[in-house]
């Protein structure tokens, strides 16, 4: 076997049982570290397929940012945050059934779709995928305008923040 | 010959060769090299501590009039292993209560994330760990994980100091975070690279020479970010016992130290890749061991700053450190940043793309940067000063209003 696929195959795991754990971890703040090894082993799922980029942009944004202000959060409330009661209701099997159709029709899809099972080309030579990220967002003929809509709405959202902060004399 | 000229890439090709010789898969041989290679530096960084703590101790003494280690070894250069031995035999104490798992882990994330860094600082042209093109971006994201590894020792000690010197750490390595990425993005842009190793190769002049401020608030922010004076506000004795790492003992309190000694040389090594020009030097291109010399010797001139930094300031409060950031830092990287990038483009549309030019015009918009910043910063303390000089009110007792 490939060394590339044997790491595939220990870092999936890895993401599948921490997502699992996030949910029925106890402990609120276990849960988010749960998260965070989840959202790692996506990382290194994107870094597999040659999108460093993205595995960067994942560490840096969902690691470094959201999850430590969610562990932030939640350090400033009590410190043992666990339910006393059972973390299920009776609606859980619902919920499972759901859950299984949901994935036997999200496989089911992606089994028809044409590339499935195909291996992982590889890059041609002198590509630079970088760029041509950085291109498609500043063209005007692929993604310039839902990216500056999505700049415009993060200016938004910062002045909105700095502007509940404020203190009102 | 060959050996000398590049003793590792000979030693990593001879090494391919002989187990494609044993009939090993090829796929499966650059696996193991490149294991082994990430064994090495790995190894490498943290032997390179026991030097560097020595060296910090010396210069730390002789600052203070004293002769520091001396006894083991010639100019007690051995010092630090009786240091490690002892450390070794300690005891280690889980208070009651903590959380075991985080708070085991919490030591070894903030080292592994110190020596994560090393996967891409090149040492020479062709002895570099992984040429990733998103270098600059993957030190941003390492730096996240020590973050993480500061907090959850904070919080699993189930120590209130503990917790509030990872409070501490958040708000200072959050917030020192934003003017240091901003000033990453100037060598980026006058690179037009991101990858470390071709920023290095893009340096015919340094980036320290093309944009002077850059290289100042990168070296000053990383400062915060690696928490040490002037900005040890994570660990203020006198306010925190010891912040988030009280609760630690024997080799769990070293890891901890490691990682504060190697993120320090780490952060210097990183400076004199990004402005310092790297391995570049004369003969360098055809004499990869020579940029290594090279590279070693930029760094510890710049390593050698950050101790005297460390010796030499007073620690800063809270509330001084973060209006250095936000009200400092922060908007002097903003403009650069913008600045950098117009000229940049300027250059660009008027096709003047001559190097000399392109330094003249850089290094002049950063010297007219620096200058309205001292110019606005004067004005203030001008006003700072009028204020705290005019009379105070004078609070007056109630009883004696009364009487009049």
């Given at each position: ?169 | ?358 330094t003249v015009v850089h290094l002049g918009m950063n010297l007219l940067i620096v200058w309205g910043t001292v110019e606005i910063l004067r004005r203030s303390a001008r006003k700072e000063r009028q204020r705290v000089s005019e009379p105070r009110p004078v609070a007056i007792a109630p009883q004696t209003q009364a009487s009049d």
């Amino acid at each position: 076997m490939d060394p590339l696929q044997i790491i595939f195959f220990i870092f999936a795991v890895i993401t599948l049982v921490a997502a699992f754990l996030v949910v029925t971890a106890k402990s609120l703040v276990h849960s988010a570290l749960w998260l965070i090894l989840a959202l790692f082993g996506v990382a290194v799922l994107y870094v597999l397929l040659d999108a460093g980029f993205f595995a960067a942009a994942q560490v840096l944004i969902y690691i470094g940012a959201i999850a430590i202000l969610f562990i932030f959060a939640v350090m400033l409330t009590r410190k043992d945050l666990r339910d006393a009661g059972s973390q299920q209701n009776g609606t859980w099997p619902l919920a499972a059934v759901l859950a299984v159709v949901l994935f036997a029709g999200l496989f089911f899809i992606l089994s028809s779709w044409s590339s499935f099972g195909m291996p992982k080309p590889d890059m041609p030579a002198g590509a630079n995928a970088l760029s041509d990220l950085g291109l498609a967002l500043v063209s005007a003929n692929a993604y310039l305008l839902p990216f500056e809509l999505a700049s415009v709405l993060l200016v938004a959202a910062m002045i909105g923040a700095i502007y509940v902060s404020l203190i009102k004399k | 010959m060959e050996f000398l000229r590049d003793p590792i890439s000979f030693i990593g090709n001879w090494l391919e060769g002989l187990l494609l010789g044993w009939k090993m898969a090829p796929s499966a041989a650059t696996a193991l090299i490149q294991l082994l290679g990430a064994f090495i530096v790995g190894t490498f960084s943290l032997a390179l501590v026991i030097f560097t703590i020595w060296v910090e101790r010396k210069l730390y003494a002789r600052i203070q009039d004293r002769l520091g280690p001396n006894r083991v070894g010639p100019w007690g250069i051995f010092q630090t292993f009786p240091d490690m031995i002892k450390i070794f035999t300690k005891e280690y104490i889980t208070p009651d209560g903590a959380d075991k798992v985080v708070y085991n882990l919490a030591p070894i994330l903030t080292v592994s994330a110190v020596i994560l860094l090393w996967a891409v600082i090149p040492f020479a042209r062709t002895v570099v760990g992984s040429d990733v093109n998103v270098g600059v971006l993957y030190i941003v994201a390492v730096g996240a994980i020590g973050t993480l590894g500061i907090i959850m020792a904070g919080w699993s000690s189930n120590n209130k100091y503990a917790l509030f010197g990872a409070f501490r750490t958040i708000s200072q390595m959050v917030s020192y975070e934003v003017p240091m990425v901003l000033a990453l993005l100037v060598p980026v842009l006058l690179g037009r690279t991101m990858g470390i190793n071709s920023l290095v190769e893009a340096q015919t002049v340094w980036f320290a020479v093309l944009s002077p401020l850059a290289a100042l608030l990168f070296f000053f922010s990383a400062q915060a970010e690696i928490g040490r004076a002037p900005f040890d506000l994570l660990e203020a004795e006198s306010e925190l016992v010891a912040g988030y790492q009280t609760e630690y003992s024997g080799l769990k309190f070293g890891m901890f130290y490691v990682g504060e000694f190697l993120h320090a040389f780490t952060v210097s090594a990183l400076t004199a890749s990004l402005f310092l020009g790297g391995w570049r030097g004369p003969g360098a291109e055809q004499w990869p061991i020579l940029g290594m010399a090279y590279f070693f010797v930029k760094t510890f001139i710049v390593y050698f700053f950050v101790i005297v930094l460390r010796i030499t300031m007073p620690r800063l409060r809270i509330d001084q450190m973060l209006n250095f950031n936000w009200k400092f830092l922060t908007p002097v990287a903003l403009v650069l940043l913008i600045a950098t990038a117009l000229v940049e483009k300027g250059l660009q549309l008027v096709g003047q793309d001559s190097m000399v030019l392109r330094t003249v015009v850089h290094l002049g918009m950063n010297l007219l940067i620096v200058w309205g910043t001292v110019e606005i910063l004067r004005r203030s303390a001008r006003k700072e000063r009028q204020r705290v000089s005019e009379p105070r009110p004078v609070a007056i007792a109630p009883q004696t209003q009364a009487s009049d």
